[in-house]
């Protein structure tokens, strides 16, 4: 992403580290004028603190000493000589502060360099007030007209100046100072006016010809640096300084500078992947691993191969090792650009040394080999007691620590268990303990790392701190390098390091050197490989750390170096563009992660860009490692890996601990071709404070409850990562679970669809347990009142009539059991019965009485006596009948009839019976019907009565029906009359 101008764009933490800028005394009329105005700054955005930035005008200083001088747009800049002048325009609200007065006299060759702006001579300070304490971008606007190209230890007129942060006063000495936030380099801006890039055929058209064609240039660069800002108004100072063994002959000219809130562009800290305190770690694990160690061994004597390659110049470096003495030094002290140098090249040279004796040892299966490694361990262990105050020393113990780290690592490891080494020619644990006794002298050095020195020392610093931390097992050392690589704040303070991965690679690749030279963008890009190459030897990816910076870094390097043109916010450097070196062995470390390690992360042509790069700037002529050992293709025999698959699934044996001394033992399968199976172990601060934990084996691992939580339930996921593989883990779900699950009961239908709370049809019955935590185990149901139980499998189905209460209750995976629910309902689906007598089917005289008797029943809900109704049906004309009354059947017409009784239960079920019947009359049966109304009264005359009688024994029905219609109404009551003549008629049809 380019920065242009008259942008406001921000970097996620870039800022160059190595120089320091100057800032130059003034005329009193312009130091008035910046006293008078003390402006803050105008938020361009303020969403604060996210999206909030504020920009700082350079003229707006409050407070100055030394040479600083306020310009117009179109004022010329003094250069030491006229031919240096120049005249700049197109600063923000047309005025920039010139920083410094040239010195006219520098050193242009070699000797001291005592001819510099004195330290902190120059300086200006400005208030800035941010909405939140964070990490805030400084991008500086600036120019830079490369006048002083021809310096002594400054070829680039790196015009450099330190940082300070929230100090009025600072101490320019004091190298440990935490508002110290690092030096600024302002680097050469842009090319002068008449450069023309499309007749450019040269990749290194700033160097070419003494840098004709950026010398005297006007352009408006940007340079970046993050720093920790506290809530509120901070000050920020700006002061010219050399750093140390360095010049600076002029300052920049500032136009203003932007302030911007990035605090959200960092990881949190909970996602770096800190290790925990009982991490096991692989050994060997720095640059290799047995396995791959191995893969060599395989291929060394195939010269095709970067094994065979590499294994020629291991083979020519040993040699040269066995026939040149190199001594052994009790003082080590290394000062800017070698000077001095006391036992520094002694030094390098014994850790290649080692190392080289080692892998010889293991590549060859020669065991004297393998006692001249630990002879040389055991001598410098024995021989160097004191570490001098150089500068260049932490840089140079981290830049060769690791050779010493790696061959310990295989002398430690393998040759100590070689059956075939002697007892006596192993290495001892005395001489063991006095080694690890000099990795500490070493880390007196490095451990505190040099977060405001360009970006490159903290990623070679964190390179060895973090080689040392496996060698020694030392957690919280290797969790410092991760600190520092993932937020650069170990030393905490206002400084943000410029070594830390998003400080030192952009998000668009770039790095904070770019602008300096390409061998140290180089070395930075290394370091930084070499942490995570480390990190994945012990199964930790790094790697894909801030959306695979460290990749986009490799390839923004990479194509670079190969020729291509790259975006640049920073006006990236050509110097050392078309340099070979040692410093290019990244390009091997990363090409190897995402071709054979990761295949499948980076973009089409990014591996074979980057591989191109190593073999232009690496594989090609001849090159040196840095105790002078021809290493073309060293670098890509170590980092080229054999890739494999890997693939990873966790089970358990179950997944919840319900009480103290229950234990889960969880094992991480596996799959893949490599030896190397084991796995790392992430155990949640969740669960830590309640269980014991135990590795079994490389792939197992027991958790036992130690004490039961105060709270109901604790819950935590173990995450297991492959240690070949660092991108594959699997996760299991892990609960310390006192509760039980919860159980719901349901009835379909939902209702009962009968009568009073009964259901009249079949029910059915769901049971849905649920258990946050470990899971239900099983439910369970019973319908004798708990005497039994019998597992829930699918719905229950009640279609017998019953007063039903079925119990239920469900467990967890833990062995928590919920106490017993019970639910109630009762199914009534049966008709009442109904029992008839004293009527049955047939044909009855009129003249006679029937008395029906009723019986109901019904053995669950019981009959509802208030829904019974008794009915007799003639010619579907219905008669409600009285249950229990005796009805004279002559009261019925005569011919069919239809007795018919209704019943219903309390659950709403209804029957009915129907007993058919039919009426008939005789001559008989009116006898008995005259004599019956005598008796009633009906017919009031004996003698009529008689009469009657007389007639139907004679059979003679028409002076029966004759007398009775004249007796109607007299002596005959009229009803009785219609039921005498009904019947004679009916005769006397027939």
């Keep these: 992403m380019k920065k242009h101008l008259k942008q406001v764009l921000s970097l996620l933490l870039c800022v160059p580290i190595i120089c320091m800028p100057t800032l130059v005394l003034g005329s009193t009329a312009n130091v008035a004028a910046a006293a008078e105005n003390v402006t803050l700054g105008d938020p361009i955005v303020s969403t604060g603190p996210k999206g909030f930035t504020t920009r700082i005008e350079a003229e707006d200083f409050y407070k100055h000493t030394g040479n600083i001088y306020i310009r117009d747009n179109g004022n010329t800049v003094p250069g030491s000589a006229a031919a240096d002048d120049v005249v700049l325009t197109g600063a923000s609200g047309g005025k920039f502060v010139d920083f410094s007065d040239p010195v006219a006299n520098y050193k242009t060759g070699s000797g001291s360099n005592n001819n510099t702006i004195p330290s902190g001579q120059d300086k200006a300070s400005w208030r800035v007030i941010v909405p939140a304490a964070g990490v805030y971008e400084l991008a500086f606007k600036y120019n830079n007209p490369a006048t002083k190209v021809g310096g002594y230890r400054n070829v680039r007129d790196e015009r450099n100046s330190r940082i300070i942060i929230n100090d009025d006063e600072p101490d320019f000495t004091n190298t440990m100072d935490p508002h110290w936030a690092g030096w600024m380099i302002f680097n050469m801006s842009g090319y002068i006016d008449s450069y023309n890039p499309e007749t450019n055929t040269s990749l290194t058209p700033q160097t070419d010809n003494d840098y004709a064609n950026v010398k005297g240039n006007t352009a408006w660069n940007n340079n970046y640096m993050n720093v920790w800002l506290e809530k509120g108004e901070n000050t920020v100072t700006l002061g010219m300084e050399a750093p140390p063994g360095q010049a600076v002959y002029d300052g920049p000219n500032l136009d203003y500078f932007d302030v911007t809130y990035i605090g959200d562009q960092y990881v949190s800290k909970d996602t770096i992947p800190y290790l925990s305190d009982d991490f096991v770690f692989q050994h060997p694990g720095v640059y290799f691993t047995l396995e791959d160690l191995d893969n060599i061994k395989a291929n060394k004597n195939n010269l095709d191969t970067v094994y065979g390659k590499g294994y020629q110049e291991l083979v020519s470096a040993t040699t040269w090792f066995d026939n040149n003495k190199v001594n052994l030094a009790p003082v080590l002290d290394v000062g800017p650009y070698n000077s001095p140098n006391i036992g520094g090249t002694e030094f390098t040279r014994g850790g290649s040394k080692a190392l080289y004796y080692a892998l010889r040892y293991y590549l060859d299966g020669d065991v004297a080999y393998g006692k001249k490694a630990r002879d040389v361990l055991n001598g410098w262990a024995n021989t160097l007691k004191t570490l001098g105050l150089g500068n260049d020393l932490k840089l140079r113990i981290a830049i060769v620590g690791p050779d010493f780290v790696n061959a310990a690592e295989i002398i430690r490891q393998v040759y100590n268990n070689d059956p075939s080494v002697a007892p006596t020619d192993k290495w001892q644990k005395a001489s063991m303990a006095e080694f690890e006794t000099f990795l500490h002298l070493l880390l007196s050095k490095t451990y505190d790392f040099y977060p405001q020195a360009n970006g490159n020392w903290d990623a070679i610093l964190g390179d060895f701190n973090m080689a040392t931390a496996v060698y020694l097992e030392d957690v919280g050392l290797f969790n410092d390098a991760l600190k520092q690589r993932y937020l650069g704040t170990y030393r905490e303070g ?48 790094l790697y894909g750390a801030y959306d695979n910076r460290q990749l986009k870094g490799t390839v923004y390097s990479a194509r670079y170096a190969v020729g291509e043109e790259v975006e640049s916010a920073t006006f990236i450097s050509d110097k050392n563009r078309t340099q070979s070196g040692i410093e290019a062995i990244g390009y091997e470390i990363v090409g190897n992660h995402y071709l054979n390690q990761v295949a499948d992360v980076a973009a089409e042509g990014e591996t074979d860009l980057i591989y191109e790069a190593a073999k232009m700037r690496l594989r090609t002529g001849s090159i040196n490692n840095e105790a002078g050992r021809k290493a073309n293709y060293y670098g890509a025999m170590i980092f080229t890996d054999k890739p494999y698959d890997v693939a990873m699934t966790l089970s358990a044996n179950k997944n919840a601990l319900s009480s103290v001394g229950d234990e889960i033992v969880l094992t991480a399968n596996v799959q893949t071709d490599s030896g190397i199976k084991r ?51 699997a996760t299991f779900s892990i609960s310390i679970d006192k509760k039980p699950p919860v159980t719901t009961a349901a009835v379909s239908p939902a209702q009962p669809d009968g009568l009073n709370g009964w259901y009249g049809h079949a029910v059915t019955v769901n049971f849905n347990a649920y258990d946050n935590l470990s899971g239900v185990a099983k439910t369970e149901y019973s319908l004798d009142d708990g005497h039994t139980w019998q597992a829930y499998t699918s719905a229950l189905m009640f279609d017998k009539d019953d007063k039903y209460t079925v119990s239920y209750r469900s467990t967890d995976n833990a062995g928590n059991a919920e106490a017993v629910k019970t639910i109630g309902f009762n199914l009534d689906s049966t008709l009442p019965t109904i029992t008839v007598t004293g009527l049955v089917y047939g044909t009855y005289s009129d003249s006679m009485d029937i008395t029906p008797i009723l019986t109901f029943s019904d053995n669950l809900s019981g009959v509802d006596s208030s829904k019974t109704t008794v009915t007799i049906s003639t010619n579907g004309e219905p008669q409600t009948v009285q249950q229990g009354a005796t009805i004279p059947l002559y009261t019925l017409p005569l011919g069919s009839h239809t007795f018919i009784v209704t ?31 005598m008796n009633t009264g009906w017919i009031d005359n004996a003698g009529i009565a008689n009469s009657l009688q007389s007639k139907l024994a004679k059979n003679n029905l028409d002076t029966f029906v004759s007398e009775v219609q004249a007796q109607s109404g007299k002596h005959i009551s009229a009803q009785a009359a219609g039921y005498l003549l009904r019947d004679a008629q009916y005769l006397l049809s027939k």
Excluded at 914 to 931: E, M
């Design 494 to 541: 206002n400084t943000v390091s410029m070594g830390s991965l998003p400080s030192y690679i952009y998000p668009s690749g770039e790095q904070q050197e770019s602008s300096r030279d390409q061998t140290h963008a180089r070395m930075g890009i290394t370091g930084l490989a070499s942490q995570a190459d480390i990190a994945w030897n012990q199964g930790i990816d």
């Design 679 to 729: 796995v790392n172990w992430d155990i949640p601060e969740s669960l830590k404070p309640y269980i014991d934990y135990e590795i079994i084996s490389d792939t197992m691992l027991k958790l036992k409850l130690r004490e039961m939580p105060d709270l109901y339930e604790i819950a935590g996921v173990i995450k297991a990562t492959s240690v070949k593989k660092a991108t594959v883990s």
């Design 903 to 933: 019943a219903s239960d309390l659950a709403g079920n209804t029957s009915s019976q129907t007993v058919l019947f039919q009426t008939t009359t005789s001559v008989q049966s009116l006898q008995a019907l005259v004599t019956r109304f």
